[in-house]
């Protein structure tokens, strides 16, 4: 996540590889010629070790490597790396200088006794001249105050909150149990060497939680560790990120982040009391080196292994028996080809037919088992809906027998489409006249579709207008009028050019008696029929079965109506209630999803997401690899998008009969990435083809998907509803038809950072290693949350005068509080230009300190 200028950024990035390179070479290449000093195992080497490193391992770490992966793509890693490796030499330097600075000091006043204050701002007074020092160590100290509230306490907590409500923690909780136990570490000065103390540990367990993670994941850890080599020299430019992929994307993203976890070049070194303490520049300087390979390349590298090898860009995770053709009849990827084959031909790609290899979209089912597996008409009884096999049991079973008693009546309910059931209407009467019911109660839209074949059963190419109602008649005879909202809009010319109008009635419900009955088909069954008649109502039980507008029937318990779903694939076990994030992409040859006008617009459903594309793909008829990406502009009008050619030369959308050879365009268009919830999957129903395929009868007490989970998308609507000709975020089964997916998102979303870890453990994590990861993100978040308000306080002591510390550790007690309701973007808005200032000023610091140190080694 780069929420800065480019400027800014260039800033920022730059500034710390310049620092780090000249360091290096003014150092003597520190990091390798003390790495032998750096890997001693003394003990007083170890006790500095270890208040680095809880002051440095927290969410910055964790957080900062998923943001970095988001932004940078696997490459960034990578990058990561190299930033750390300069980070050494960083930290050598301002530890080294530092420690000089207050011994220097000390045997100046002739008192080994007197408290040691080796921080940054001392560097800066010290080694700046005269009129420049003070100013500018208060402006350090400014920025540092800044930096600790935004990523020392708010980021902490709340990528913590991230992560622990994946796991099924809530996130308040988190947020008031850090805020609670730093605000004690922080009056209680004892707990800070105790959290120290256990720092490291929390370290070594975390790594262990993600090597379970990491075991049980369904990816290669050989792949993604490809994948982040790849993305750092460029041979791979698919894993480029995100944001436009390339090197130079991953390399502004490592070094971004790597900065953010590991504080080197900060100045924030010398502000711990372990460098306080010390006797020996340079011993403690080797020691501490290390913190920044653990900081900002183990942990972020453990942690990008377990969100690549748990969501691989080939995992889908929706069950592949259940897939529908795509809108643009796609044939399925090799990996898919190999996925059904082994569902519908044993294995064998070639015994596929046609219909099968186009299974690639996930299919969306409500999470509602009917009560029917077929229908019959009855000259005594009327319509009738046959019963599933488990459902009808003896009239003096025992009362609490499961499933339906026969010669009883039960409330059931058909379930209305949100598109409609059609309706005519007459030129000059600009009104719909239906008769009036209780399913006529919340009429409130009507809904005209495509007249294309291909189009017209597709909710993405719906139009629904708004109307107004009207009930007339005596009662019980009452008839209701629809009419448009909008006066300038003709139900009957509209219904010339598009298919409708139809009228989104209400659920249908009725008394169910349940009967026995035969048939020469079905035999001896049971049947469902109406028990009571109303000629008078819109609707019937017949007219209800018999329409495509209407599914069921289900039991009616009184429940809301539920979402629809998508089964996920076997062995997906991530836990119920659990939320993920996941995304649908782009096919890779562009987007089939509008039509071209003569005008050399290209049209689509107004999606919001849609807006962020930037270039369309003009597929080649015969060789996918003579496509071409050209630029395009987009603007929403008059209820679409309008995506027009950024570079007419090249293909003018207008002249599109002319392009020899290619067809489109095609829209190369962002991922959609939405959260799901994990639920359980016993109220989903398996197709009719899942059925037969697995010779299995349709039951209406158990699904056969009772152990799996049922993924239901975050949304405000239930499902697929169409455009109110405005922008709109689309339910994802309207999307799907015409996207690949769903996939467990790695790279999709820039505002959830360390969430895609809590996706990750969700999916690798059993109950206790889930746990321990839980256990070691809150100590390693409260690691640093009681450093950063040491170093907070002790900056604004320097700044304010004695006593404004306290102050100060206030403010991060309640900075650390008001994360539940911070963005992402906002707090590394403040965070990243805060570092600016810190990596500025530190970095001049260091340079003229360590060329001072240089000239009185030579004396």
């Not at 170890?46 to 988001?70: C, D, N, P, T, W």
């Not at 136990?181 to 070594?204: D, E, F, H, N, S």
């Not at 959308?653 to 999957?681: C, I, M």
């Amino acid at each position: 996540m780069m929420d800065m200028s480019p400027i800014a950024q260039a800033i920022l990035v730059y500034a710390v590889l310049a620092i780090g390179v000249l360091i290096t070479a003014l150092t003597g290449a520190a990091q390798l010629r003390e790495l032998p000093r750096a890997l001693e195992g003394k003990a007083s080497d170890a006790l500095s070790r270890r208040g680095f490193l809880a002051a440095s391992v927290g969410m910055g770490s964790v957080g900062g490597s998923m943001l970095a992966l988001e932004l940078g793509g696997p490459g960034a890693i990578a990058w990561m790396w190299v930033a750390s490796l300069l980070g050494m030499a960083l930290i050598y330097a301002e530890v080294r200088l530092s420690v000089r600075l207050e011994l220097k000091r000390r045997k100046q006043r002739r008192d080994d006794d007197a408290p040691v204050q080796a921080d940054a701002a001392a560097v800066l007074t010290e080694y700046l001249p005269a009129p420049l020092g003070r100013p500018l160590a208060a402006l350090f100290c400014l920025a540092l105050m800044i930096f600790g509230v935004s990523a020392g306490a708010v980021l902490q907590t709340q990528q913590s909150a991230f992560i622990l409500e994946g796991l099924m923690v809530d996130p308040s909780w988190v947020v008031m149990s850090l805020a609670g136990v730093a605000a004690i570490g922080m009056a209680v000065p004892r707990l800070r060497t105790l959290v120290a103390a256990i720092g490291p540990v929390a370290v070594a367990l975390y790594v262990v939680a993600l090597v379970l993670i990491i075991a049980r994941a369904p990816g290669s850890p050989g792949e993604a560790l490809a994948s982040i080599l790849g993305g750092f020299t460029g041979s791979d430019a698919a894993l480029g990120g995100a944001a436009g992929g390339g090197v130079l994307i991953a390399l502004q993203a490592g070094f971004l982040r790597a900065t953010l976890a590991t504080e080197a070049g900060l100045g924030s070194s010398g502000f711990t009391p372990e460098a306080d303490r010390a006797r020996d520049p340079e011993r403690t300087a080797a020691s501490v080196m290390l913190v920044p390979l653990v900081s900002g390349a183990l942990v972020p590298t453990i942690t990008a292994l377990a969100v690549l090898t748990t969501a691989p860009s080939a995992l889908r995770i929706d069950e592949p028996g259940e897939r529908r053709p795509a809108a643009d009849a796609r044939v399925a990827s090799e990996a898919e080809l190999e996925e059904l084959a082994e569902l519908f031909a044993d294995g064998d790609v070639t015994q596929l037919d046609e219909a099968d290899a186009l299974k690639v979209q996930a299919a969306w089912i409500p999470l509602e088992l009917p009560q029917s597996r077929g229908t019959a008409g009855s000259l005594q009884t009327g319509q009738t809906v046959i019963l599933p096999t488990d459902v009808a049991i003896e009239a003096d079973a025992s009362a609490d027998a499961a499933g339906l008693r026969r010669d009883h009546v039960y409330p059931m309910v058909m379930r209305s489409s949100p598109r409609g059931t059609k309706m005519p209407v007459k030129e000059g009467i600009n009104k719909i006249i239906i008769r009036y019911g209780p399913e006529a109660e919340g009429i409130t839209e009507v809904v005209f579709r495509d007249k294309d074949p291909k189009r017209r059963n597709l909710a993405a190419y719906d139009i629904r207008v708004a109307v107004t109602t009207e009930v007339a008649g005596p009662e019980n005879a009452q008839w209701m009028s629809l009419t448009p909202v909008d006066e300038d809009i003709d139900l009957y010319r509209l219904s010339k050019v598009r298919d409708g109008p139809y009228v989104v009635y209400g659920d249908f419900t009725f008394g169910a008696r349940i009967v026995r009955m035969f048939h020469q088909k079905w035999g001896n069954h049971d049947a469902v029929v109406a028990a009571d008649q109303n000629e008078w109502r819109p609707l019937s039980l017949r007219t209800t079965v018999e329409s495509p507008s209407y599914r069921g029937p289900y039991l009616d318990d009184g429940s809301a109506r539920p979402p629809v779903a998508m089964v996920a694939r076997e062995g997906f076990d991530a836990p119920i209630g659990s939320r993920l994030p996941v995304e649908l992409r782009s096919p890779s040859r562009g987007l089939d999803v509008g039509q071209l006008l003569a005008s050399g617009e290209y049209i689509t459903p107004p999606w919001r997401f849609l807006m962020d594309t930037t270039h369309a793909v003009l597929r080649h008829k015969t060789d996918p690899a003579q496509d071409i990406r050209i630029p395009v502009t987009v603007e929403f009008r008059n209820g679409y998008l309008h995506f027009l050619s950024g570079d007419p030369k090249t293909a003018d959308f207008a002249k599109a009969a002319r392009w020899r050879d290619y067809t489109g365009p095609y829209l190369d268009a962002p991922a959609y990435a939405f959260d799901v919830e994990v639920h359980s999957a016993v109220r989903v129903p398996a197709s009719q083809a899942y059925l037969d395929r697995k010779g299995l009868e349709r039951q209406g007490l158990t699904s056969p998907y009772a152990e799996r989970r049922a993924l239901v998308a975050v949304h405000p609507e239930l499902e697929a509803m169409g455009s109110r000709r405005e922008l709109y975020d689309p339910h994802p089964a309207e999307v799907a038809p015409f996207m690949d997916g769903p996939y467990l998102s790695a790279s999709g979303r820039i505002t959830v950072g360390a969430n895609h870890l809590a996706a990750a453990a969700a999916h690798g994590l059993d109950h206790g290693g889930d746990i321990l990861l839980g256990v070691c993100v809150l100590i390693l978040a409260l690691t640093t949350m009681v450093a950063w308000s040491s170093y907070g306080a002790r900056a604004a002591d320097f700044v304010f005068g004695q006593g404004a510390g306290i102050g100060y550790r206030v403010v991060f007690v309640i900075g650390s509080i008001l994360a539940v309701g911070a963005s992402a973007q906002s707090i590394l808005r403040v965070a990243d230009h805060a570092m600016i200032v810190l990596v500025v000023l530190n970095g001049v610091a260091l340079i003229l300190g360590t060329l001072q140190v240089r000239k009185e080694g030579r004396k």
